[in-house]
T-cell receptor, first 111, second 116 residues
Framework: TQLLEQSPQFLSIQEGENLTVYCNSS?????LQWYRQEPGEGPVLLVT?????EVKKLKRLTFQFGDARKDSSLHITAAQPGDTGLYLC???????????FGKGTTLSVSS | GAGVSQSPSNKVTEKGKDVELRCDPI?????LYWYRQSLGQGLEFLIY????????KSGLPSDRFSAERTGGSVSTLTIQRTQQEDSAVYLC??????????????FGQGTRLTVV
């Protein structure tokens, strides 16, 4: 069974701090995606990482895909209140018919 | 429409009643997915449609749950004889292609179902 474990589950920080959230699995994924979900909304794709060791940057967000393609991390530099939300990692199941999601990291950034 | 549309946005129903949840995907998207999101449980896959057929129904939790898609567009998720444990947010997503590994899934805002 393919599972994605995310940590930490909750993170509460002050504006300007840096943070990293993790997504780990014992299974190899062809790619991993990161989504962000705000209350009352559906998840929105932030990035897809495809190649082992790949690093992608999206403004203050840096995403890394592990060399073995079993894990990924999201690093946020100088967090802002607008970064508040639920961060979800997801990978395609072996059949390629659905995305498997981790349980997410709830991030709260206060000013 | 511009995005995935789900209706109703909120539904309160009595235990034992049947409910229907509707999803209008983005025009031209052949792949459609239903997920369930419970507090602290993340997104749980329910069913995948490619066109009007459902090659993967493995996530449907019981035979009380069914879904159909007509005209390669609108999909309806039906829950019969609802139980309190069915309370959750039901999310629909669509994507242009079937390959979820590299394809962006676009989500609707969800239907919050409360069974009392």
């Amino acid at each position: 069974t393919q599972l994605l474990e995310q940590s930490p589950q909750f993170l509460s920080i002050q504006e300007g701090e840096n943070l990293t959230v993790y997504c780990n699995s014992s299974s190899v994924f062809s790619s991993l995606q990161w989504y962000r979900q705000e209350p009352g909304e559906g998840p929105v794709l932030l990035v897809t990482v495809v190649t082992g060791g790949e690093v992608k940057k999206l403004k203050r967000l840096t995403f890394q895909f592990g060399d073995a393609r079993k894990d990924s991390s999201l690093h946020i530099t100088a967090a802002q209140p607008g970064d508040t939300g639920l961060y979800l990692c997801a990978g395609a199941n072996q059949a390629g018919t659905a995305l498997i999601f981790g349980k997410g990291t709830t991030l709260s950034v206060s000013s | 429409g511009a995005g995935v549309s789900q209706s109703p946005s909120n539904k309160v129903t009595e235990k034992g009643k049947d409910v229907e949840l509707r999803c209008d995907p983005i025009s031209g998207h052949t792949a459609l997915y239903w997920y369930r999101q419970s507090l602290g449980q993340g997104l749980e896959f329910l069913i995948y449609f490619q066109g009007n057929s459902a090659p993967d129904k493995s996530g449907l939790p019981s035979d009380r749950f069914s879904a159909e898609r007509t005209g390669g567009s609108v999909s309806t998720l039906t829950i019969q004889r609802t139980q309190q444990e069915d309370s959750a947010v039901y999310l629909c997503a669509s994507s242009l292609k079937a390959s979820t590994a590299y394809t962006e899934a676009f989500f609707g805002q969800g239907t919050r179902l409360t069974v009392v």
